[in-house]
């Protein structure tokens, strides 16, 4: 158990609806990591947050946004689902902002499948 | 363009024997390498990892070498073991520092 906890763990939804992925980090740790999986691919970095802030994004699409809470924890935002968009996203946590030499601690993942 | 690529999909192995996973990587500033285990329905949890500067880390049975001049990184697994079937994933921290990069995985599977 790496600490992370993301919910919920499957989702089913139609294409055009928006659905939210919930991520709590590690204890103490203050930043968050999303990546997607898809079919055949290696997980792809989404974006990243420290602290509440916004640090790093990668190949996230307009349709899809995030936050982090003042508890930490975070929330991954689909929107205007396509059947592409069926995946498993993973979110990770580490202590610091950035990697430098420490790993990060992943989720199990939710895996969410558009109908 | 993949920077971290794991060209064999899948390897079998039978249990005792050495299992080789290989990776390859195209930025020659990546500075350290990282090798993640994944089972079903679980996240990537870490495995091992190696700094640029060294050219093998070992940890138990598990040992990552590092070719700088060819680009390539290779986990062998001694003796392989029946729960080590997983798939492995290479990475490597982007420029920035600010995430992973990640192969698309070797799906390892090791025989009794």
Same mark, same amino acid.
């Given at each position: #158990?790496?600490?992370? &906890?993301? &919910?919920?763990?499957?989702?089913? &939804?139609?294409?055009?609806?928006?659905? &939210?992925?919930? *991520?709590?980090?590690?204890?103490?740790?203050?930043?968050? %990591?999303? %990546?997607?999986?898809?079919? #055949?691919?290696?997980?792809?970095?989404?974006?990243? =947050? =420290?602290? @509440?802030?916004?640090?790093?994004?990668?190949?996230?699409?307009?349709?899809?946004?995030?936050?982090?809470?003042? #508890?930490?924890?975070?929330?991954?935002?689909?929107?205007?689902?396509?059947?592409? #968009?069926?995946?498993? =996203?993973? *979110?990770?946590?580490?202590?610091?902002? @950035?990697?430098?030499?420490?790993?990060? %601690?992943?989720?199990? @993942?939710?895996?969410?499948?558009?109908? | 363009?993949?920077?971290?690529?794991?060209?064999?999909?899948?390897?079998?192995?039978?249990?005792?024997?050495?299992?080789?996973?290989?990776?390859?990587?195209?930025?020659?500033?990546?500075?350290?390498?990282?090798?993640?285990?994944?089972?079903?329905?679980?996240?990537?949890?870490?495995?091992?990892?190696?700094?640029?500067?060294?050219?093998?880390?070992?940890?138990?049975?598990?040992?990552?070498? +590092?070719?700088?001049?060819?680009?390539?990184?290779? +986990?062998?697994?001694?003796?392989?073991?029946?729960?080590?079937?997983?798939?492995?994933?290479?990475?490597?921290?982007?420029?920035?520092?600010?995430?992973?990069?990640?192969?698309?995985?070797?799906? +390892?599977?090791?025989?009794?």
């Amino acid at each position: #158990d790496s600490g992370v &906890t993301q &919910t919920p763990k499957h989702l089913i &939804t139609a294409t055009g609806q928006r659905v &939210t992925l919930r *991520c709590s980090p590690r204890s103490g740790d203050l930043s968050v %990591y999303w %990546y997607q999986q898809s079919l #055949d691919q290696g997980l792809q970095f989404l974006i990243q =947050y =420290y602290n @509440g802030e916004e640090r790093a994004k990668g190949n996230i699409l307009e349709r899809f946004s995030a936050q982090q809470f003042p #508890d930490l924890h975070s929330e991954l935002n689909l929107s205007s689902l396509e059947l592409g #968009d069926s995946a498993l =996203y993973f *979110c990770a946590s580490s202590v610091a902002s @950035g990697l430098a030499g420490g790993e990060q %601690y992943f989720g199990p @993942g939710t895996r969410l499948t558009v109908t | 363009d993949q920077q971290v690529k794991q060209n064999s999909p899948s390897l079998s192995v039978q249990e005792g024997r050495i299992s080789i996973l290989n990776c390859d990587y195209t930025n020659s500033m990546f500075d350290y390498f990282l090798w993640y285990k994944k089972y079903p329905a679980e996240g990537p949890t870490f495995l091992i990892s190696i700094s640029s500067i060294k050219d093998k880390n070992e940890d138990g049975r598990f040992t990552v070498f +590092l070719n700088k001049s060819a680009k390539h990184l290779s +986990l062998h697994i001694v003796p392989s073991q029946p729960g080590d079937s997983a798939v492995y994933f290479c990475a490597a921290p982007n420029q920035a520092g600010t995430a992973l990069i990640f192969g698309k995985g070797t799906t +390892l599977s090791v025989s009794s």
